[in-house]
C-alpha cells in the first residue's frame, strides 16, 4: 500500500504552483554538481504526469519533448546543478523588493523553472519543442551532461534554434567566450625545514606564477558590435608534504576565459606564452562561440523578444549547440555578474517577463 | 595453543641481532607520525623481556628503566615516528659503501637501535639510565609523546642528564633551534571566473606573501661560539573553491626556525613584522634550547666522547629537558642534512661507534 508518508524525503516539486513558486522549490533542492540525482528524478516525475510530452532520462539529464510535426523544433535547455553552498541555502524571498535570494537563484534554477513551467502549460505550442535539463554544468566539462548528449544521442538535441536559460537579464546574450584550465606546476627539492637551505622551495617558485597573474591586463575585443571582455585567474593553489618538510611540488590552477575570436588551440598558445618558462599541464578546454546574429532563426528570436543584445561573458553551452550547427542564445532571467556569489539573487518580475516572453512566442 | 604463524603480521624485531640489523628492523617497520603503535609494541614487547629493566607503556610511548640505587641517573630517548614515505621504504643497505639507505635511516631508526641495543645488553651500567621511546616527533608539538610524559608524568623523565639522539654526525651537537608555525591568510570575494573583475582573487594576493619569503634573507647569530642558521619558509598553501570561482581566501603555512637567542615571543613578534599588513594565526610554536654547555654534566659527557661540539639546527625534544631543568644534548649516527629527503641515509659505522662510544661511557 502507499500511503503520503511514505516517502518523507522526496523533495516537492509542484509544476501547478506559480513559476516564483517553482523557482524556490528547485532552489531548495541542493543539486551542487555531481549531486543531481534528486532534482533529476523530482523532474523526470513530474513531467512524466504529462501526455503531450516524451520524456527520456539519461544518467541525471531529463529530455521532454512534444512530437507535433511542426515545421520548426525549438530546443530550450538549462543545467540543473549549482556551485557549492556559499551561505545562501535556502531560498529567501524578499517580498518588499520582490528579489529572491540564494543559491541557484540566477544561475539558473528561475530558468530551470520558466522552462518546467512551459513544459507542463504548453500542450500545443507554435513549434514543437525540445525541453532539456541536464547535469554537471559548473564542472569540468568531461561531466557535463549537456555535453555527453552531444556526443551520444545527438538526435535528442536536433532543433532549428536554441535558447539556453542561463542568466541574462531577461535579454538576449550572443556567443560566449571559452574556457581553458591548466595546471602550473613549479618543482623543488625536498629538505627538513631547519636545514631549508639544503633544499629548493617549490611554493616559493609560485610567488613569480602568482605575480604575473597579478600583472594581467584583460583582453577586450569587439565582435558583431558586442564588447567581449577576458580574464585569467588562478582558481586553486596547493603544496605542501608536511609541516616540517621544504615542499618540492606545487600546483596553481589557472583558468583562462577567452573571447570567442580566439580558437581553443589559440587560447592555449596565448596561455603558455604567458606562463614562459613553467611545466603547463591542460585539465579543461571549451572553445567560444561567436554571437552568430546573422543566423535567420536567432534573428526571429531577437525580433520576437525585442531589447537590446549584448554579448556573453560566461561559457555556455551554446558553443555546445554551435558546434552541432544549430544556431543558439542565451536568454534567461537574473544578473550574471551574481553568478557564484554569496549574495546570488534575481528579480521575480524578470523570472515572470522571461515566461512571458518565451509563452508568447510559442503561441502566437 | 600458540604456534608460530598465529600473528603473522607481527612486526619482526629481535634484540640479540646486531646494532644495524636492529636499526634494518626498525626501519621496516612503518612508523609514520600518529601510526606508530605497531612499532611500541614491537618495542615494549621486546623490552619486557629482560629483568633488569622495568618498562612502562603510556600511548605509544615506551619508557624502560634501571633501578641500581647509582649517584646518577641519565636519560637516553629517541622517536619512533618518521615524516612521510617519500619512495624511500623499506630499507636498503650498500654493503659495497657501507651505507644504509630509507625512511628513519639517520631521522632515527638508527638512533633507537642503538639505544635497544644497549638497553638489552646493559644489565649493570655504571650510572642508572632510564631509556625512552616516543611517538608523535614529526608533527605539531601537541601531539609529541615525550610532551605529554614531560606534562603528566615528569618524574618518568627525572634525571642528571639526558642525550637525544637525533643525527648529528656521530658527534655532540649542542642547543636546538626553536620552531614556530604561523598561517598567513589573504581574503578576497568570490565571483563567477567569467566575470573576475566583480570579484577580489585572494590566492593573486598571496603572490606578496610568497615574494617576501622569496626574498628572505636568514639570520646566523653565534652563541658559546656556535653559529645558528634561521629559516623562514612556506611549508603548505591552499586556496580556492571550484574550478570557475574567484577564490576568497588562500592560506600559506610558515615555519620559522629560530636561533636559542630569541625567545617564542620575539619569534612571534619578528614574524608578524615581516608579514607586515597580512592576517597571521600561530599553529604551532616550541621554544630552542640555549647550548649549556657550561652545565657539569654536559661537560662531563662532550670530554668522554670527545670530538668537536657543533651546533642543532633542527628543533629537537632537547628543549623540553631544558624547560625540566635537565641539561641535554643531541648525540646519534647519521647526517641531519639528509633527514626528511628522499635520499635519506646513514653510515653504518656510525651507528656502531655512537653505540660503542656510549657503552663505554656507561660501562666504564
Given at each position: 500500500m502507499t500511503t503520503s508518508s511514505e516517502k518523507p524525503s522526496r523533495p516537492r516539486l509542484d509544476l501547478t504552483a506559480d513559476v516564483v513558486t517553482l523557482t524556490r522549490q528547485l532552489m531548495d533542492i541542493n543539486s551542487v554538481s555531481l549531486e543531481e540525482r534528486a532534482i533529476a528524478d523530482a523532474v523526470e516525475q513530474e513531467l512524466t504526469a504529462y501526455d503531450h510530452l516524451v520524456v527520456e532520462r539519461r544518467g541525471n539529464a531529463v529530455v521532454a519533448?512534444?512530437?507535433?510535426?511542426?515545421?520548426?523544433?525549438?530546443?530550450?535547455?538549462?543545467?540543473?546543478?549549482?556551485?557549492?553552498?556559499?551561505g545562501n541555502f535556502p531560498s529567501r524571498l524578499d517580498e518588499a523588493t520582490g528579489i529572491l535570494h540564494g543559491l541557484g537563484a540566477c544561475d539558473m534554477k528561475?530558468?530551470?523553472?520558466?522552462?518546467?513551467?512551459?513544459?507542463?502549460?504548453?500542450?500545443?505550442?507554435?513549434?514543437?519543442?525540445?525541453?532539456?535539463?541536464?547535469d554537471a554544468e559548473e564542472i569540468e566539462a568531461v561531466h557535463n551532461g549537456?555535453?555527453?548528449?552531444?556526443?551520444?544521442?545527438?538526435?535528442?538535441?536536433?532543433?532549428?534554434?536554441?535558447?539556453?536559460?542561463?542568466?541574462?537579464?531577461?535579454?538576449?546574450?550572443?556567443?560566449?567566450?571559452?574556457?581553458?584550465?591548466?595546471?602550473v606546476r613549479t618543482t623543488g627539492e625536498r629538505s627538513h625545514s631547519?636545514?631549508?637551505?639544503?633544499?629548493?622551495?617549490?611554493?616559493?617558485k609560485a610567488g613569480e606564477v602568482l605575480r604575473r597573474l597579478e600583472a594581467y591586463e584583460p583582453r577586450?575585443?569587439?565582435?558583431?558590435?558586442?564588447?567581449?571582455?577576458?580574464?585569467?585567474?588562478?582558481?586553486?593553489?596547493?603544496?605542501?608534504?608536511?609541516?616540517?618538510?621544504?615542499?618540492?611540488?606545487?600546483?596553481?590552477?589557472?583558468?583562462?576565459?577567452?573571447?570567442?575570436?580566439?580558437?581553443?588551440?589559440?587560447?592555449?598558445?596565448y596561455v603558455r606564452g604567458f606562463f614562459e618558462g613553467y611545466d603547463i599541464t591542460v585539465t579543461d578546454s571549451s572553445p567560444g562561440a561567436l554571437p552568430g546574429?546573422?543566423?535567420?532563426?536567432?534573428?526571429?528570436?531577437?525580433?520576437?523578444?525585442g531589447?537590446?543584445?549584448?554579448?556573453?561573458?560566461?561559457?555556455?553551452?551554446?558553443?555546445?549547440?554551435?558546434?552541432?550547427?544549430?544556431?543558439?542564445?542565451?536568454?534567461?532571467?537574473g544578473d550574471p555578474m551574481f553568478a557564484h556569489k554569496a549574495d546570488e539573487h534575481v528579480r521575480i518580475s524578470e523570472i515572470t517577463s522571461c515566461e512571458q516572453a518565451l509563452r508568447d512566442w510559442l503561441s502566437a
Open positions: 519533448r512534444t512530437d507535433l510535426g511542426r515545421r520548426e523544433r525549438v530546443v530550450i535547455a538549462g543545467h540543473l546543478d549549482t556551485v557549492p553552498v556559499n528561475s530558468g530551470d523553472a520558466v522552462i518546467l513551467k512551459l513544459a507542463a502549460t504548453l500542450e500545443k505550442p507554435n513549434r514543437d519543442v525540445t525541453y532539456v535539463f541536464y549537456l555535453g555527453k548528449l552531444a556526443a551520444s544521442e545527438p538526435d535528442l538535441l536536433a532543433g532549428d534554434f536554441a535558447i539556453l536559460m542561463e542568466p541574462s537579464n531577461a535579454g538576449v546574450e550572443a556567443g560566449c567566450q571559452g574556457t581553458l584550465r591548466v595546471e631547519a636545514r631549508a637551505w639544503r633544499g629548493v622551495n617549490a611554493i616559493h577586450k575585443p569587439v565582435i558583431d558590435g558586442l564588447e567581449y571582455h577576458e580574464g585569467l585567474n588562478a582558481v586553486f593553489v596547493s603544496g605542501g608534504v608536511a609541516g616540517n618538510v621544504i615542499p618540492d611540488e606545487c600546483v596553481v590552477t589557472v583558468n583562462y576565459r577567452f573571447a570567442p575570436d580566439r580558437s581553443e588551440e589559440e587560447a592555449l598558445d546574429l546573422d543566423r535567420p532563426a536567432a534573428k526571429a528570436f531577437v525580433d520576437a523578444v531589447g537590446e543584445v549584448g554579448p556573453k561573458f560566461g561559457w555556455t553551452d551554446v558553443a555546445r549547440f554551435t558546434v552541432l550547427g544549430i544556431p543558439a542564445v542565451n536568454y534567461g532571467p
